[in-house]
């Protein structure tokens, strides 16, 4: 199926945007991309966790007790449809509060 085989090459060519955003950013976290789950583990222990999730064809996130379902909207960009955070701006915010400073997480052009 097409649009499956779409939404994985998409799912995956972001989360690896975002783990590689997240290894520049300079953060005190370690940040682990396996089989479609990006994990963010920070040194007090606590844990965020980006997955691509094939059945609702969305990429989700979970962190400090929030979560969030992003869709594939226009100009490829993954938007949460109750909320309306975008995922590289929803994970800028929940990152930085977490360290304590501004981190700019952008996708690339």
Known sequence: MSGTSDFEARAEETLERL????DDSGIDAEVELTLGV???????????VVN??????QIWMAAE????????????RWVASKSGD?????LSRVVGKKVGKDVALLPSS
């Open 38 to 48: 990006l994990t963010i583990e920070f040194p007090d222990g606590a844990k965020y």
């Open 65 to 76: 007790r929030s979560a969030w379902h992003f869709d594939l909207g226009e100009g490829g």
């Open 52 to 57: 691509s999730h094939r059945a609702a064809q």
């Open 86 to 90: 975008e995922l590289f701006s929803a």
């Open 19 to 22: 783990r590689s955003v997240l």
